[in-house]
């Protein structure tokens, strides 16, 4: 892909014959038995980076080719924000308003959402736009069933 001369590779990780390459059409010759999927494909790839070019550009944001790519593999960007990135900015922006004893349950809230992403999701991130009433309800559920040594009520956290 290539914008204003910069060019960046994006593999698709599909593999197809060289000779049934149709360099005109940017696809696979009609002829070719997996042609018609294969090609939907990549029409399907065009669109997506089209929508994330577009969406940059109607947020006035520079459009790179390396940024539009980082989007379409889901890679972290300065447009991708997780859930612990979130907490971090809360943390550091926080840490001078707020005591000791409220930011120590800051700490123990990561430490909850750290165990349940792992144990229930297993992952140790989710990215801010992922997040859904589902995630909420579970991460709610796993609260209430968590029976920790160190404190009683876990579900504190949640208010």
Do not use: C
Request: charged share 30%; no cysteine.
């Amino acid at each position: 892909m290539t914008i204003n001369k910069d060019r960046v590779l994006l593999a698709l990780k599909h593999y197809v014959n060289v000779d049934d390459w149709d360099k005109g059409r940017g696809g696979l010759k009609l002829k070719v038995a997996e042609a018609k999927e294969t090609n939907a494909y990549l029409e399907q790839v065009k669109f997506t980076i089209t929508t994330y070019y577009q969406q940059l550009q109607l947020a006035g944001k520079e459009v790179t080719p390396q940024l539009l790519k980082s989007m379409f593999l889901g890679e972290d960007t300065d447009e991708t924000y997780t859930l612990s990135k979130l907490m971090d900015y809360r943390y550091e922006t926080a840490s001078a308003a707020l005591t000791w004893s409220t930011l120590k349950h800051y700490a123990v809230t990561r430490r909850y959402l750290e165990k349940f992403l792992v144990t229930r999701m297993n992952t140790t991130d989710i990215r801010i736009r992922d997040i859904d009433y589902k995630f909420i309800i579970d991460f709610e559920t796993y609260l209430r069933s968590h029976k920790p040594a160190d404190h009683f009520q876990p579900l504190k956290i949640m208010v």
